[in-house]
C-alpha cells in the first residue's frame, strides 16, 4: 500500500494534540495545549480558523456540524460547526475530562474523565444524562459500539471494561493494561475503536501489538502485530469501510494492517520520531492524518492506490488475470512477464463480472505478503472504485467470521522480492529565497536588503506592491499583476518577475528596469515552448532565470541575451549578489529524510569564474534548505529547515561553517525565524520571529528581529571557550575583506585594521589566561597567531610571570617573525627601486643595489660609522620615510598614534645570527652556541618599555649635540655586531646587553632622544672618519666663519664632508678604525646600553631616567629592579595612556 507521508507542519504548542476529519473530508480539526480548536482546509492551509475553547483542550469529537470538545475548565462544551458559535455546555466533571466521543448517528457524546467517571449525554437535551461508574482510575478513553448497544472504555486502573449503556452496568471487564495513577504516566492512551458499520470487533492496543475483541462472546479472536514496532502503541483507528486499522505508537511509528489476512500493509515512521496521540481516517479512506505530542499534524496520503492488493482471500485471488502485471511496467516490456508465467503457476482466467474496466488499471494480483509494493498509481477515478469494491466484499461477508480472520492460502503467482531499504525522500520543491509560499492570497514575493515586494491574489484583485527600504533607491509602486507572476527578485537597479506558462501563454520574464536612465523602463522576454521559469535572481548589471528544462539563461539588466549553460541537476533556488551568481540544485535523491543538494558559485567579474563547482551542500539532519543569500558583504551564506545558518569560509577551501541556531532563541517548538538579511560587520542576523508558523503574515507588517551569532564550539559556558569563540568568529566574520580587496573593490581600511587589532587582543587574553593555567605549549600555540608586535608583549608578559623557557620561545618566533617581515619588505621594496635611488648615491658605496645595506660582514664596520653620519636633517627625512613603512603594521593595541606601549625587543637576524637574550660574561669571549642567561632576559624586559611619543622623541631644537644614532633604513643589520664583542681589562664587572631595536619596528614615534652631554662624555663613542675629519678641519671652518655655534660648526661639517668623493671618506673611516681598538669596543657597548636603555628603553622618564636607570645596572648587575604597579597585565598589555 504505497503511501507519500506529508511534510510536518506545526499546529499548536508542544502538548497532547487531537485530530478528526469533519463528515465530507474536507476540513482537518485538531485541538491542543494552547487551548484552540483550529479548522484547517487542508495540510497546506496557512491561516485556519481557530476556536478558543479554555487554557487547554484535550479531546475533541465532530459530527453533524456539532463539535464537542474537553477543556481545561472541567467541562464539555459544545460549538456549531464550522462557525465555531458557543452551544452551551453538555456535562461537567470534578476534574477534567479526557476523551470525548460521538456515537455512530450523532446524537450522544461519551465522555471520560480523572474523576474516574464515564458520561453518556444526550445532544440535543444535555439533561438526559447516564453515568457509569466502575472504574478506580482515571478514564484513559471511550469508544461507543456502533450499534449503540455497549461502550468500551479503557482506565489507569489497568482495565478496559464494555458496559452496557441503557443499564448502566459492567459487561466484562479485562485487565489487560499497565496500573498508573494518571493519564500523563500512562505508557499508552489506549484509545479504543469498535469496527464501523457492524461492530464486529473491538480493538484495544495492549502494549506492542493490537488485541481483537469479538462482539456479544467477547473472546479475544486474534492479535494483530508487527516484529519492527519496538515502543507502545497509544492510537488505534478503523478505515471507514472497516477493513483496515491503523495504529500510532510512543515512537513515532505509524502502522496499517488488513485485519482479514492480520498482515501489515503499510509503515511509516514518524518524521521527528514524536509520539503520535491523534489518529484520524478520512471518509474516503484514502488519507490518514495524524497529530504528536509535539502539537505537530501531518497527512499519509494516497493509502487507497492498492487497497484491492489487500483482500488476500482465495476468491480475490481467482479473480485477477495476469494481464494486469503489464500495469507494473512500461508499455515497451511487451508483457514480459506474461511470457515468464506458464499455465501451470498462472491464476484462473475466470472473466470478471460487474466489474468496470477501470477496475483492471488498479488491481494487483494479489500476493501472500500485502507489503509487496506495488506501482503508484494516481488515477483518481480508479481509487473511488477500488474504495467501493472494498466496501463490497467487507460488508458482504461480515457474517461469516472464518474468513475473515483465517489468513488466505499462499497465493500461486510468484512472489517479487520486497525492499526492506531506505526509502527515498520526495525532493524539495523550488523556492525564491526571501518568499512565503505561493498558495497564499496575501504574501511576500521577495524580502531582501533593498525592499519588499507583496503579492495579492484575491476576489478583487490580483496586484503586486513594491516598497523600498531607502525611498531614495525608487518611491513605492503598484503593479497590476495580469500576467499571473509568481516570482520575483528586487535589486537597487530593477524589479524582475517571471510567471509559469500556461495552456495558450509561454512563461514569461518581465523586468521593471526603474534606474535606466532612457525613457524605456520595461521590458519581456517570452521563454521558449515547454521551458518554465523556475528561479531568478539579479546581480549587479544582470540577472538569471534557471528554467525547468535544467538550464540557466542569463540576461543583461537592459534585456540583451547573454550566455546560456546546463544545470547539473533541477534547481531548488538561487541567489545573487554583486558579480557573485549561487545556485543550489537536486544533485540526486535523498534517502530517510535527507536531501542530496549540491551548490554552484560564479563570479562574473573582469575574468569570469567558477569558485565552487557542485560541491554538496551540507544541511542539517532530515532538514531542507529554507533560505540563501548573500550577506551584505558578500559571502554566501544559507539556512535549513532546522533553523542553522551557515557562513561560506573562503579561508578554509570554500567549506561551510555553522554561525547560528535561530532554533535556540524560540521559546516553543513550533516557533521559527524567517531571516531576511546577514550583515558581517557589525555582526547581525536579520529575521522576523514567526509564532506558531515558519513564515509570517503579510499584515500586519512583521517587525525585524536582531539576533546574534555564535560558532558551535565546545565549552562556550567557560571563559576560555568564550574567547575561542569570539576569535574565531572575528577571523571568519572578517575574510570578507580579502576577498573584496583580491576582487578589485575598496575596502574600509579602518575596519580592517579594527578587526585586526580586536583578534590580537583576544589572542593576548587567550594567552594570559593559558599563562594562568601553565598551559606553556598552548601559549607558544596562540604566540604563532600573533603580530609580531603583540608577540613582543607576550614575551613581556612571560618574563614578568617568571617564565623564562616560555619567553626563550616566544623570542624565537619573534625572530622569525621579524624575517618573515624583513624578506617581505626587501621585496616591497626592490619593488619600488625607483623611489629610493636618490638616497642610494647619498649614503655611500655601502649600500647595495635595492636601496639597502648589503649584510656582508666585512661591511659591518663601515655600516656602524654611517650610522653616525646622520645629522638631525637627514634623521627627520628618514623618519617620515619610516613612519610610511611602519604604518603598515600598526601595533594593535595602540590606542592613538603615539601609543606609549611599545614593545622594543624585537630583534631581527638572519637564521644562526646571535641570540639577542644572549649576555658576555666578564672576560669572556661570547659565543653564538653559548646559554641565555634567564635573569638578565627579566632585566631586558623591565628596562624596554618605551613610551616616548613622537613629540617627545623628535630632537628638540634647544637640546645639544645633534648627532643621533638613528637607525639605518637597512633591515638586514646582524646583530652580532652588538653581541659577540671582547671584553677589555678594564671590564670587571658583568654588564648587561640591550640590543638596539632594529628601524622597522620601530615607529616613527619612538626615534631615540638625542643623548644628553652628560651621557656622551660617559659613554664616548669610537671616533668615526667624520669626527675624524672634524678634528683636523675644525679650525679652518672656525676661520671662515668665526660666529657659527657649535651646532652650525658641525652642520657646515657635515655639509663640507659629504662634498668629499667616497674614497676619500673611506681613508678617513679607515684611520678610525685605527685609532680605536679594544677599548673602543667597550665604549660601544656601553654605549648601547646607556643610549638605548636610557634613550629608547626608559622612554617615559626621559634621558635622566634612562641614564640613571643604567647607572644603576652598572652599579649592581644582579639586582632586580622592583616590578611597579604598570608590570601587571592589564597595565601593559591594554595599556590606553
Given at each position: ?337 506474461d511470457e515468464g508465467l506458464s499455465d501451470t503457476n ?323 517548538k513550533s516557533d521559527h525565524y524567517w531571516v531576511v ?416 636603555g636610557g634613550g629608547g628603553g626608559g622612554g617615559g ?37
Amino acid at each position: 500500500m504505497p503511501c507519500e507521508r506529508k511534510q510536518l507542519r506545526y499546529g499548536h504548542s508542544e502538548g497532547h494534540t487531537e485530530v478528526c476529519f469533519d463528515d465530507t473530508g474536507k476540513f482537518i480539526v485538531t485541538c491542543g495545549n494552547d487551548g484552540d480548536v483550529r479548522i484547517w482546509e487542508g495540510l497546506d492551509d496557512d491561516d485556519p480558523k481557530f476556536i478558543t475553547v479554555g487554557e487547554k483542550a484535550y479531546s475533541l469529537a465532530l459530527k453533524k456540524g456539532k463539535l464537542v470538545t474537553a477543556s481545561s475548565n472541567n467541562t464539555v462544551q459544545i460549538h456549531t460547526f464550522p462557525d465555531g458559535d458557543p452551544d452551551g455546555i453538555l456535562t461537567r466533571f470534578t476534574t477534567n475530562a479526557t476523551h470525548v466521543t460521538f456515537n455512530s448517528s450523532g446524537t450522544r457524546v461519551a465522555a471520560g474523565s480523572s474523576d474516574f467517571m464515564v458520561k453518556v449525554v444526550e445532544v440535543s437535551d444535555s439533561s438526559q444524562q447516564k453515568t457509569l461508574r466502575g472504574h478506580e482510575a482515571p478514564v484513559l478513553s471511550v469508544t461507543f459500539d456502533p450499534k449503540d448497544e455497549f461502550l468500551a472504555s479503557a482506565s489507569c486502573d489497568g482495565s478496559v471494561v464494555v458496559w452496557n449503556i441503557e443499564e448502566q452496568t459492567q459487561l466484562i471487564s479485562w485487565p489487560l493494561l499497565q496500573k498508573t495513577n494518571d493519564v500523563s504516566n500512562a505508557k499508552s492512551l489506549c484509545r479504543l475503536a469498535w469496527q464501523p458499520g457492524t461492530g464486529k470487533f473491538l480493538a484495544v492496543p495492549v502494549e506492542m501489538k493490537v488485541q481483537l475483541y469479538e462482539r456479544g462472546s467477547w473472546d479475544h479472536v486474534s492479535t494483530l502485530s508487527d516484529d519492527l514496532l519496538t515502543q507502545p502503541i497509544n492510537v488505534v483507528s478503523w478505515s471507514p469501510c472497516g477493513t483496515f486499522l491503523a495504529a500510532g505508537s510512543v515512537g513515532g511509528s505509524l502502522t496499517v494492517w488488513s485485519v482479514n489476512s492480520k498482515l501489515c500493509v503499510e509503515r511509516q515512521k514518524h518524521e521527528k520520531g514524536f509520539t503520535v496521540c491523534g489518529l484520524a481516517w478520512h471518509p474516503s479512506g484514502t488519507q490518514i492524518v495524524f497529530t504528536d505530542t509535539e502539537g505537530c499534524l501531518s497527512l499519509l496520503d494516497g493509502l487507497n492506490s492498492s487497497s484491492s492488493n489487500t483482500e488476500p482471500s482465495k476468491q480475490a485471488a481467482a479473480k485477477k488475470p495476469p494481464k494486469e502485471y503489464d500495469d507494473l511496467f512500461d508499455d515497451d516490456d511487451d508483457r514480459l512477464m506474461d511470457e515468464g508465467l506458464s499455465d501451470t503457476n498462472s491464476p484462473v482466467k475466470k472473466p470478471v463480472t460487474g466489474d468496470d474496466d477501470d477496475d483492471d488499471d488498479i488491481l494487483i494480483p494479489s500476493t501472500g505478503r500485502v507489503r509487496n509494493r506495488g506501482a503508484i498509481l494516481d488515477d483518481e477515478n480508479s481509487l473511488d472504485t477500488g474504495s467501493l469494491r472494498l466496501g463490497l466484499d467487507k460488508f458482504g461477508d461480515d457474517d461469516d467470521a472464518g474468513s475473515a480472520v483465517v489468513p488466505a492460502a499462499l497465493p500461486p503467482v510468484p512472489l517479487r522480492p520486497v525492499y526492506e531499504g531506505p526509502m527515498p525522500t520526495p525532493p524539495q520543491k523550488t523556492f525564491q529565497p526571501g518568499s512565503t509560499p505561493a498558495h497564499l492570497t496575501h504574501r511576500f514575493m521577495m524580502w531582501n536588503s533593498v525592499g519588499i515586494i507583496r503579492g495579492y491574489n484575491d476576489e478583487q484583485d490580483n496586484a503586486i506592491d513594491v516598497e523600498f527600504h531607502d525611498s531614495a533607491v525608487h518611491h513605492a509602486m503598484h503593479l497590476t499583476n495580469s500576467l499571473g507572476h509568481t516570482m520575483a527578485d528586487l535589486s537597487q537597479e530593477a524589479v524582475l518577475l517571471a510567471c509559469p506558462s500556461t495552456d495558450e501563454l509561454a512563461s514569461k520574464l518581465q523586468c521593471l528596469h526603474f534606474s535606466s536612465w532612457d525613457t524605456n523602463k520595461e521590458w519581456m522576454v517570452d521563454l521558449p515552448q515547454g521551458e518554465d521559469v523556475r528561479a531568478l535572481c539579479m546581480g549587479q548589471g544582470w540577472a538569471a532565470v534557471a528554467t525547468n528544462t535544467l538550464m540557466l539563461r542569463l540576461f543583461s539588466i537592459g534585456g540583451v541575451q547573454k550566455e546560456v549553460f546546463s544545470l547539473q541537476g533541477p534547481v531548488v533556488c538561487m541567489s545573487a549578489h554583486g558579480e557573485q551568481l549561487l545556485i543550489v540544485y537536486h544533485r540526486a535523491t535523498g534517502f530517510d529524510g535527507e536531501q542530496a543538494l549540491g551548490v554552484q558559485l560564479l563570479q562574473f567579474g573582469r575574468r569570469r569564474k567558477q569558485l565552487i563547482h557542485g560541491e554538496p551542500l551540507p544541511l542539517s539532519r532530515r532538514s531542507h534548505l529554507s533560505w540563501l543569500g548573500f550577506t551584505a558583504e558578500g559571502t554566501p551564506c544559507y539556512v535549513d529547515s532546522e533553523g542553522v545558518v551557515r557562513m561560506l569560509n573562503r579561508s578554509l577551501g570554500s567549506t561551510w561553517t555553522p554561525v547560528c541556531n535561530t532554533r535556540e532563541t524560540c521559546k516553543s517548538k513550533s516557533d521559527h525565524y524567517w531571516v531576511v538579511g546577514i550583515h558581517e560587520n557589525p555582526q547581525q542576523l536579520r529575521c522576523i520571529p514567526c509564532k506558531g508558523s515558519r513564515y509570517p503574515p503579510t499584515l500586519p507588517r512583521p517587525a525585524v528581529a536582531i539576533l546574534p551569532f555564535k560558532l558551535p564550539l565546545c565549552q562556550t559556558s567557560t571563559e576560555k571557550g568564550q574567547m575561542e569563540e569570539h576569535f574565531q568568529r572575528s577571523v571568519l566574520f572578517h575574510n570578507h575583506y580579502s576577498f573584496l580587496s583580491s576582487s578589485g573593490y575598496e575596502i574600509d581600511e579602518d575596519g580592517q585594521s579594527q578587526s585586526q587589532k580586536e583578534q590580537q587582543e583576544l589572542l593576548m587574553k587567550m594567552f594570559a589566561l593559558s599563562c594562568k593555567l601553565e598551559r606553556e605549549f598552548r601559549c607558544v600555540e596562540l604566540a604563532e597567531m600573533m603580530t609580531q608586535n603583540v608577540v613582543t608583549l607576550a614575551i613581556r608578559y612571560a618574563s614578568r610571570s617568571r617564565r623564562m623557557v616560555l619567553a626563550q620561545r616566544l623570542s624565537e618566533i619573534a625572530l622569525e617573525k621579524a624575517n618573515q617581515i624583513q624578506e617581505e619588505e626587501q621585496e616591497e621594496e626592490q619593488e619600488e627601486e625607483p623611489q629610493y635611488s636618490r638616497q642610494t648615491s647619498r649614503y655611500g658605496q655601502s649600500e647595495s643595489t635595492g636601496g639597502r645595506y648589503s649584510s656582508r660582514s666585512n661591511q659591518e664596520e663601515e655600516e656602524e660609522q654611517e650610522e653616525e653620519l646622520r645629522v638631525e636633517e637627514d634623521g627627520q627625512e628618514m623618519e617620515t620615510e619610516e613612519s610610511t613603512e611602519s604604518r603598515k603594521r600598526v601595533n594593535p593595541f595602540a590606542k592613538e598614534a603615539g601609543s606609549p606601549v611599545m614593545p622594543s625587543l624585537t630583534p631581527i637576524g638572519k637564521v644562526g645570527r646571535a641570540n639577542p637574550f644572549k649576555v658576555l660574561g666578564s672576560g669572556k669571549p661570547s659565543s653564538a652556541a653559548g646559554q641565555p642567561r634567564a635573569s638578565n632576559i627579566l632585566d631586558n624586559m623591565t628596562a624596554s618599555r618605551k613610551s616616548a611619543s613622537l613629540s617627545g622623541s623628535a630632537g628638540k631644537p634647544g637640546k645639544a649635540p645633534v648627532l643621533k644614532p638613528l637607525a639605518p633604513r637597512a633591515k638586514t643589520k646582524t646583530q652580532s655586531t652588538l653581541l659577540q664583542m671582547t671584553t677589555s681589562k678594564s671590564a670587571n664587572k658583568k654588564t648587561r646587553e640591550n640590543p638596539e631595536p632594529p628601524a622597522d619596528q620601530q615607529k616613527p614615534a619612538e626615534a631615540p632622544p638625542p643623548a644628553s652631554p652628560a651621557e656622551n662624555t660617559e659613554n664616548q663613542r669610537p671616533k668615526t672618519g667624520f669626527q675624524f675629519w672634524l678634528e683636523e678641519n675644525r679650525k679652518s671652518i672656525i676661520a671662515d666663519q668665526p660666529d657659527l655655534e657649535e651646532t652650525e660648526v658641525i652642520k657646515e661639517a657635515m655639509g663640507r664632508f659629504r662634498t668629499l668623493s667616497a674614497d676619500e671618506r673611506l681613508t678617513w673611516t679607515e684611520r678610525a678604525k685605527g685609532q680605536s681598538g679594544d677599548a673602543a669596543d667597550l665604549k660601544k657597548r656601553k654605549r648601547a646600553e646607556g643610549g638605548d636603555g636610557g634613550g629608547g628603553g626608559g622612554g617615559g622618564g626621559g634621558n635622566e631616567n634612562g641614564q640613571a636607570e643604567a647607572e644603576a645596572d652598572e652599579n649592581s648587575a644582579k639586582k632586580k629592579k622592583p616590578l611597579d604597579a604598570t608590570s601587571k597585565l592589564s597595565a601593559f598589555a591594554f595599556n590606553k595612556n
